[in-house]
């Protein structure tokens, strides 16, 4: 005989089984992160963001995913201000623990894209009438420069830039330079006029005495030749300084 056992029937509903909510993962995290920053960027436009949000923002192209805040603090700890990571070497940023050779390489790009931006300002016009934007352009171009580099910008006859070049690389306080060179250089280029920039790398923009002796030899140089010294500036990161302007030359 088969036994059939009697199931009771209840009226009342089943009660639903309780629901386990899984806890955000990190990526998730990160993402809503992500989202949030980019969000108040939008609304509140990129000047609104501290530095390291800035730099945090610029790094999320390089690493699509995870947390890159504290590797945009470390930058910014290990080099002092945005301007200097821009600035530093591939060798340099590759020193901070988490960098990698393509976010050195974004880093430098950002860097060369922000000095050709500043470099447009002042071609194809007299340099003399762009002065606040040659300013700007030499403070990118050298004041976190962490060597002394010495370069010339040869101008034609009507002040207009027909090159920027790196004459002379050197230590942290002491770029070697020669005066024929740089003469040589701007017959070769047919430059009727020339501004002497380079950099002092502890920050202090303060014209030294060789500093001064050197520009003396430069501007003598050009007088035999009727090449004009129209000024030299000194730059670090504290401002720069005009040799025109101290009445140094």
Known sequence: MVSVTSLAVSDEPD????????KPSAHAHHAGHRERLRERAKLGGFVALPDY????????????RGDVKPLAKALLTRFGSLGAV??????????????????????KLLHEATLRAGRDKIVKRPIISSWSALLGYVRVALANESREQFRVLFLDKKNQLIADEVMNRGTVDHAPVYPREVMRRALELSSSNIIILHNHPSGDPTPSRPDIDMTKQIVEAGKALKI?????????????ASFKALGLM
Do not use: S
């Open 53 to 64: 949000e800035l730099l945090e923002l610029y790094l999320f192209r390089t690493y699509p």
């Open 86 to 107: 821009l600035g530093a070497t591939i060798e340099e940023l590759a020193t901070v623990p988490g960098v990698g050779e393509a976010a050195a390489m974004d880093l």
């Open 15 to 22: 009660e639903p089984a309780p629901v386990r909510r899984k």
């Open 228 to 240: 004009a010294v129209h000024d030299h500036l000194v730059v670090g990161r504290e401002g720069v």
